[in-house]
């Protein structure tokens, strides 16, 4: 349940962080991406819940999404076909 939930977010996380060092540092600036993890690990519904103002700040937290899919299955001891999942993304 909650600690499959809890290590399960902690993949996701150690995913972003490593595309993050591959996306070029646009500038700085604070960005809220919300997105769907799909049963199969695959991404739905990928948007901006906050902007930095900054049009190439966002399109990178975007592109980091992206780049970091698809991500792993989703364990079965979760109990769920999806999970969404709201993260910040900074840049300094």
Do not use: C, H, W
């Not at 993890?37 to 900054?54: D, K, V």
């Not at 999404?65 to 001891?77: D, G, Q």
């Amino acid at each position: 349940g909650n600690a499959a939930r809890s290590n399960y977010k902690g993949l996701v996380q150690k995913k972003l962080q490593r595309a993050k060092g591959r996306v070029r540092n646009p500038g700085s600036g604070q960005v809220v991406v919300a997105f769907t993890i799909t049963a199969s690990g695959g991404i739905s519904g990928l948007r901006l819940t906050r902007s930095s103002g900054n049009p190439k700040v966002d399109a990178a937290a975007l592109k980091i999404v992206n780049s970091a899919a698809p991500f792993p299955a989703i364990p079965a001891e979760i109990g769920r076909k999806s999970l969404a999942m709201s993260v910040p993304v900074q840049f300094k």
